[in-house]
């Protein structure tokens, strides 16, 4: 019931602690993500408007450089932390996919109140969540090609960053990556 | 866990994919030869290789930024907000509660249904063996701690309405962080369904018009607006009664007031259902009642005819037609529909608020009357029997106007084609949003407010706010209080103390004194040492001014103050205990006072020299304050018990009436004397558990301070039991309804122990033994002493105990007895909690002044009080024999013993707990800073940990027009 109100420790360790299985860790580590794709979604918008359009591969590790004390993170623990780090986007991304279509879709019981053309936009968060289900159907039935997709797609990951992680060749995770998102889109279609 | 058929499927995909588009046929015939489903497996994956643009194509982070970043464009940037402050409790809108989940004293049994705004369950009441619908409100929504306050004051307010055409709302509650609200289970449909079937007969279209009207009538005079009226929120039950459902909600949804709006967003966020959308609304400006009245048209419209008057392909569509075009005529639709009814639907549906009904019982009443006119029979099988309790004018003299009805139907049509119907209702305007402004003043042009600005830890300010929203600080000073303004407008008076020069400046010997500043700041002058004053003369030569009897302990009265020569003049007056307040009348010569005996309030009026003294009327409620009129021929007052607060106004002829404009909050309101406007306040307090573990003595380390509650509603007086395992505390949704809960010291669930409604109990404490816990309630009418078993069951009364109406005053002697305070008697009682015999504490001629907080020492030989009498401090009584030791001089509040008995901690000036040597006065050490503004706390029996309470309290000056629709 009490809750310590000590002030949030740094994020690199709160990502090694959920790593770690602390899952309050997670708890902590949410809001300040959040907090982070919302200014990022401001910074966007604003170059947007000077006519800059921002690469996909440039936004994800701003974001992880914005978060992460890089100085801390030994050299050699880099990959595996990047692969910790495309687990937590995995789950915020989702969770926050969840939430907007809890809001938008209106869930699936019978219709009550209020939930008629409310005026809002973007279907992603819905597809993300398509996506989420067939990738846990993935992980059961190749475990490795899962985590390829979760560093690639949540994490944004490089593809020589994946194989060092994995320890296997760029040539494998191409290859991993060419068979996963194809059964994962026929996958999420057939739903 | 790879399987062969896998690893095969894969190596065919890899395959094929190397080779060229035209090869890949003959490949798979070759290499799925009798296994053809391997070969659609293969196959199938081919096209999906070859597709581009995928969700998987770009990292889902991109995908997700940009989703907020169209929000942001969109205008929807406060619905992200709202996700982003509440993802830690995301779960929790996607969990489905199990059937046996308790909710308080619900059960839940089945789930009824979800949406948007929550999932509702079918619900058990143990109490009173009923079905409930229980509504939970998804967490997101209401993470912004503000804007579910308002919600909650606001859902509270409709609930407290009680119109049979209202969803009856019982309770509110918070389950794992998501509120959810109570109601009366209704069978039957939405009024959705019942249009989806086709048009509806023109009888039942009115039938359920006017019972819409009706319901959104009683909730427009009490102040609160639907703002998403459509037919899924209407309900029609089994015997065709209609009901509003979902008042308040809306407020989660919409746009926070300016203050609040990110900076460069001019308009509000467009929320809400498109189609029933008023203009004003889906230009994001002010919505107020008129926009139902909107929102009822389409309805009716819609009802009438099967189809929305505004319907675009697209929502952009729909709301340009909103904003432009005029609804094809009903009657082109649906040529059955009367003329006068279709008249009565465009009325409704005016692009200009000014243009449609003013009231929605204007409505109701044109509905009525044409039912009755056009003799359209609506079913009527409304046997409920509070349907008699309707306000329903026409109802009880239908016999007597039979005749005449036509007559008055064509009247009625005149007056809805020129556009008079007479009737404003009250209008509500914030004016401040810091949320520190209390006791506000309008001046006597209107032009300016000035008001009290408090924050917690910081001196009071007395402010001044211009129409166009300029503040200009006037004052600054430890205590201001009640300013007023001068007849002529240039000069405000106010109340001003500063307890830490008391002993420096001879003016501030004696508590507050009243002082004037010319309202464009500058010097202010000393005029006279009192509580509160009023101008008097209209040349702003005279004050009238008066103190509590505390302060001035041998004269009953108000003085008569020459503002410039400080002469003063005493006017007598007597049969009451305590002056609360006074408000003078240049107009009608005459003086207002409040006055208060035991548990009640009157209200008198007399001559600046005493005579004519008139008590015009004396109630067993609370009077918060009370003004005159600017005519100066009655006497508005906001007065109620508890929490309910009702405004009236008695003339002098002491006749009293109730006026219906819906104030209700705050404590205090003036009146502007150029106009029907009011100012008031609306306040939001809320306290809440905190737990400080203390360091071991003789370390300096910093105590760990971690919160034990939190919420916005009232947890006070903490208070360990005696083996230290268990915690009891005051609970509930403010602090005038509350009940006794205890929860273990380690944390768990809370044990409610007491069951009232809309009384409170409070200042638990515990026997010695553990085994019984006394309080104090106002259950039976006066603040009384009771007793409960640790455990629960049923509460027991203390005979003869009238407590004071203050919560500080219980504890229980470390023995069988309880001591508490008695009303009339500034002395504590020892009650025995068997016999009930009473002893006096202090002897007879040493009880002066006021006490507080009695806490005793572990041996049960002394006591550790605050006491208000010369010397205001923490004072230690030893008890057998008597004798009494100022300790530390202050506002210091005991509670608690060190287990050896030789410190005493308190809370000190609210706003740091501090521990004091007994044996040592002046050995005072800071323990810990407090969060917020505390109230009380405990010490647990170890000496080792203290839960305190400590308070958050918001504030803003409204400003109320036409604040009496019944004086015209």
């Known amino acids: 019931m009490a809750t310590n109100r000590a002030l949030p420790s740094g994020v690199t360790q709160l990502l090694r602690a959920w790593a770690e299985g602390d899952q309050s860790a997670l708890e902590q580590l949410t809001p300040i993500v959040y907090k982070e794709l919302h200014s990022l979604a401001r910074r966007l918008m604003s170059r947007e408007n000077e006519g800059h359009t921002l690469q996909a591969t440039a936004l994800i590790h701003e974001v992880y450089l914005r978060l992460v004390e890089f100085e801390s993170v030994r050299w050699q623990d880099r990959a595996h932390f990047f692969a910790v780090c495309s687990q937590l986007m995995r789950h915020i991304l989702v969770d926050f996919a969840r939430s907007r279509g809890s809001l938008k879709r209106g869930g699936n019981g019978p219709k009550l109140t209020l939930e008629e053309e409310l005026i809002v936009s973007a279907d992603v968060p819905t597809e993300l969540l398509d996506l989420e289900e067939a990738l846990t159907k993935l992980a059961q039935e190749d475990p490795r090609k899962s985590a390829v997709v979760e560093m690639k797609f949540f994490g944004g990951l490089r593809t020589k960053e994946i194989a060092e992680v994995l320890k296997v060749s760029p040539d494998t995770v191409k290859r991993d990556w060419s068979m996963a998102r194809a059964w994962l889109l026929r996958e999420m279609d057939e739903r | ?968």
């Open chain 2, 1 to 968: 866990m790879q399987s062969e058929r896998w690893r095969r499927v894969e190596q065919l995909y890899h395959a094929a994919m190397e080779l060229e588009e035209g090869q890949r046929k003959a490949f798979l015939d070759h290499e799925c030869r009798g296994d053809p489903a391997l070969r659609v497996d293969v196959e199938s994956l081919i096209p999906y290789a070859q597709q581009t643009g995928r969700i998987l194509d770009k990292p889902a982070l991109e995908a997700v930024v940009g989703a907020i970043a169209d929000d942001l464009r969109a205008g929807d940037g406060n619905k992200t907000g709202a996700i982003i402050g509440g993802v830690s409790k995301i779960r929790i809108v996607e969990k489905t509660l199990a059937t046996g989940t308790k909710l308080g004293d619900y059960e839940v049994k089945s789930l009824l249904g979800s949406g948007g705004m929550g999932r509702v369950y079918r619900a058990r009441d143990s109490r009173l063996g009923r079905d409930v619908a229980i509504k939970v409100l998804p967490s997101l929504l209401t993470a912004d701690s503000d804007r579910l306050r308002r919600f909650e004051q606001e859902a509270r307010a409709a609930a407290a309405l009680n119109h049979p055409n209202i969803l009856a709302v019982f309770q509110m509650g918070t389950y794992e962080g998501a509120p959810y609200l109570v109601s009366e289970l209704l069978e039957g449909e939405t009024l959705r369904e019942p249009i989806k079937r086709g048009r509806l007969s023109v009888g039942r279209a009115m039938d359920y018009g006017e019972q819409i009207a009706r319901g959104l009538s009683a909730a427009h005079e009490k102040g609160i607006v639907h703002r998403d009226l459509k037919p899924e929120n209407l309900f029609v039950t089994r015997d065709g009664r209609v009901k509003i459902l979902d008042f308040g909600l809306a407020k989660l949804t919409e746009p926070q007031s300016d203050s609040e709006r990110p900076e460069g967003t001019e308009t509000g966020v467009v929320m809400g259902t498109v189609g029933y959308m008023s203009p004003e609304q889906a230009r994001g400006l002010t919505a107020d009642y008129r926009t139902d009245i909107f929102a009822f048209g389409v309805i009716l419209y819609e009802m009438l005819t099967g189809k929305r008057p505004f319907q675009g392909p697209t929502s952009a569509d729909t709301m340009s037609a909103i904003l432009i075009e005029d609804p094809p005529a009903v009657s082109q639709v649906n040529p059955d529909v009367p003329q006068t009814l279709q008249r009565v639907v465009h009325r409704c549906l005016g692009k200009n608020p000014e243009q449609r009904f003013q009231s929605a019982s204007d409505l109701a009443f044109a509905l009525d009357a044409l039912a009755e006119a056009s003799g359209v029979v609506a079913p009527l099988p409304k046997k409920d029997p509070d349907a008699s309790s309707w306000p329903n004018f026409l109802g009880k003299h239908k016999l007597a106007l039979a005749g005449g009805l036509v007559l008055f139907a064509l009247l009625l049509g005149a007056a809805l084609y020129t556009g008079r119907i007479p009737s404003i209702l009250p209008k509500n305007d914030q004016v401040t949003f810091s949320g520190d402004a209390y006791k506000p003043a309008i001046s006597p042009d209107g032009l300016f407010v000035a008001y009290v600005s408090r924050r917690f830890g910081e001196p009071d300010k007395l402010m001044l706010q211009a129409r166009n929203g300029t503040k200009l600080e006037l004052v600054r000073a430890t205590q201001l209080d009640v300013p007023r303004w001068s007849p002529d407008g240039s000069e405000l008076l106010f109340s001003k103390y500063e307890p830490e020069l008391r002993n420096l400046n001879q003016n501030s010997a004696v508590g507050p004194g009243i002082y004037v500043v010319s309202h464009l700041g500058g010097a202010t002058r000393h005029i006279f040492q009192a509580d509160y004053a009023c101008w008097f003369a209209p040349d702003g030569s005279q004050l009238v001014t008066a103190s509590a009897s505390e302060r001035d302990p041998d004269f009953k009265g108000v003085r008569l103050v020459n503002t410039l020569t400080g002469e003063a003049k005493e006017v007598h007056l007597s049969g009451y205990s305590e002056l609360w307040d006074i408000d003078c009348s240049a107009r009608a010569g005459l003086i207002l006072a409040v006055t208060g005996t035991l548990g009640n309030r009157q209200i008198r009026t007399f001559r600046p020299d005493g005579s004519e003294e008139n008590k015009l009327l004396e109630t067993d409620d609370r009077i918060y304050s009370a003004r005159w009129s600017a005519a100066g021929d009655a006497i508005y007052y906001l007065h109620g018990k508890g929490s309910t607060k009702d405004f009236s106004r008695v003339s002098l002829t002491g006749k009293v009436d109730q006026v219906e404009n819906g104030l209700q909050t705050g404590r205090f309101f003036t009146l502007s004397r150029d106009g029907p406007r009011l100012t008031y306040t609306r306040e939001d307090r809320y306290s809440n558990l905190w737990r400080i573990g203390l360091p071991a003595a003789g370390r300096s380390a910093q105590p760990e301070i971690s919160s034990l509650t939190s919420g916005t509603s009232f947890y006070g007086k903490p208070n360990f039991s005696p083996d230290g395992r268990w915690i009891v505390f005051a609970h509930g949704p403010n602090r005038d309804e509350t009940n006794i809960f205890k929860m273990p010291a380690a944390g768990g669930e809370p044990i409610q122990l007491t069951f009232l409604n809309r009384d409170w109990a409070t200042n638990p404490a515990w026997s010695p033994d553990g085994q019984r816990i006394a309080f104090v309630s106002n259950q039976n009418g006066t603040p009384t002493v009771w007793t409960i078993g640790a455990n629960g069951g049923n509460a027991q009364l203390l005979e003869h105990t009238n407590m004071l109406n203050t919560h500080n005053q219980l504890a229980w002697w470390p023995s069988t007895d309880i001591v508490y305070q008695q009303t009339g008697n500034q002395n504590f009682v020892r009650v025995n909690d068997q016999t009930h015999e009473e002893t006096l504490i202090i002897p007879r001629d040493r009880a002066t002044g006021f006490l507080v907080s009695p806490v005793f020492a572990p041996d049960g030989k002394k006591m550790a009080v605050q006491w208000r009498r010369d010397e205001v401090g923490l004072w230690i009584i030893s008890l057998e024999p008597y004798s009494e030791t100022l300790v530390q001089s202050g506002d210091l509040n005991p509670m608690g013993w060190s287990p050896d008995g030789r410190y005493v901690y308190a809370i000190r000036s609210g706003r740091e707990i501090v521990r004091v040597q007994v044996a040592a006065p002046n050995d005072v050490t800071v323990v810990a800073t407090l969060p917020g503004d505390g109230n009380d706390a405990g010490l647990s029996p170890d000496g080792k940990e203290i839960d305190v309470s400590v308070s958050e309290a918001k504030s803003d000056v409204w400003e109320m027009q036409h604040f009496d629709p019944s004086a015209r």
